[in-house]
């Protein structure tokens, strides 16, 4: 008996995820643990297993293509068996008596903007001269000429309409967004549309953080030691915001959900876009455990292997481009939250103390709010208990 294969449901807020790239074709023997191809979330990547023994009908979607969870993508059964009635979908895009669509191994996007310019279909190309069989510009471009000398039109001097340029030569290269980019944009966009943001920035005395760190790296102990600045800034967050029960909280459907745990999100850059991490429960973390969970969460968001709920429900976020040197910036919020606190550099600056003007490390801070719930005073006082809390961080973890 056939059986549909479909797309799995990764976490509660996945509501679809892009194929990357098909591991068998129709006609492929499979088993339970065999991997039928590799789908991408707005999140990470993973393979999708079988499930099921037998042979593979149908594959009935492409790569490239963005299927909604529980969508059929598949059909399994047993040679020569009729299916496409039996599993309630139509013929497919590639059955075992057809080459399959995956039979390229991609498309390069310089060969989909000559096809599209070109008129030409994917199945006018016999094979692609790229890695695995990927798809060229080189590709297309002779695909034509072999149509040309094969149709009596074109030897008779029919040339291609002027409206349709040449790809070669073309000053740009259209890449359309999609896969973790095309989401990452659409969170971006509807964040900005349905929140009333604004950024205020200011800045903490970083003397007693670097004191701090420095004596930490040259701890005997190697979880102490791999304690970064970045650590030391999420631990001082942490204590700072049950004083401020209106940043660790959500706002959906017109109320404001405050949140006694604290799942504190971490923007992570990788190869594939923004990841925001979730440290769960993070208030009752050591700072070696903060430290620990937070490289555990960033490695597997480089290597494509966090899980998606582990990429969900954080209820106030951090993002630090401090590392790069950046003075001051404007963080998205992560909706639904109803802020997020970015880190800047740390830098020499000129301060009245005690002493008189000193010039003295400072590091920056970056706070964006939802106006609908957090007014510009509060969101100050909060920047203020910051710089208060990093300012003297070394009484509070004076042990270690």
Not at 255 to 265: F, N, T, V
Request: glycine share 8%; with cysteine.
């Amino acid at each position: 008996m056939a059986t549909k294969i479909i797309m799995p449901k990764l976490g509660n807020t996945v509501e679809s995820s892009v194929i990357l790239s098909w591991r068998v074709k129709p006609g492929d023997t499979v088993t339970k643990d065999s991997v039928l191809c590799e789908i991408e979330t707005d999140k990470a990547t993973m393979d999708v297993p079988a499930g099921e023994e037998g042979t593979v009908l149908a594959l009935l979607r492409k790569e490239g293509d963005d299927v909604p969870v529980l969508e059929p993508i598949a059909v399994i059964g047993q040679v020569g068996e009729s299916w496409a009635e039996e599993v309630g979908v139509e013929e497919a895009v590639a059955s075992p008596r057809e080459a399959p669509a995956a039979s390229h191994q991609g498309v390069s996007p310089r060969a989909r903007q000559a096809m599209s310019q070109l008129g030409i279909s994917l199945d006018a190309i016999a094979e692609g001269s790229g890695p695995g069989g990927r798809v060229l510009e080189r590709d297309v471009v002779a695909s034509t000429a072999a149509a040309s000398i094969a149709s009596p039109q074109t030897a008779q001097g029919v040339q291609p309409s002027p409206s349709t340029p040449p790809a070669a030569g073309t000053e740009f290269e259209s890449v359309p967004l999609a896969g973790i980019r095309k989401r990452i944009a659409g969170r971006m966009r509807d964040s900005l549309q349905s929140t009333a943001q604004y950024t205020e920035h200011s800045s903490a005395d970083a003397e007693r953080l670097l004191s701090l760190r420095a004596r930490l790296k040259n701890s005997k102990n190697p979880e102490v030691a791999a304690i970064t600045i970045g650590d030391l800034v999420l631990a001082a967050v942490l204590k700072l915001l049950p004083e401020f029960p209106e940043f660790n909280a959500h706002l959906e459907d017109g109320a404001l959900k405050l949140y006694r745990p604290i799942h504190l999100g971490v923007a992570v850059d990788t190869p594939r876009g923004l990841m925001v991490p979730v440290v769960r429960n993070a208030q009752g973390l050591t700072l070696t455990g903060i430290s620990k969970e937070v490289k555990r969460l960033a490695q597997a968001c480089q290597n494509g292997t966090a899980a998606p709920d582990e990429l969900s429900g954080s209820t106030f976020t951090v993002t630090n481009l401090g590392v790069y040197g950046i003075e001051q910036f404007t963080p998205v919020i992560n909706a639904p939250e109803t802020a997020i606190l970015g880190v800047c550099a740390i830098r020499p600056a000129l301060t009245q103390t005690d002493k008189g003007v000193e010039t003295r490390m400072r590091i920056g801070f970056s706070l964006t709010s939802d106006h609908q719930v957090i007014d510009g005073a509060y969101a100050a006082r909060f920047l203020k208990r910051l710089a208060e809390v990093v300012g003297d961080i070394d009484l509070i973890f004076m042990s270690l």
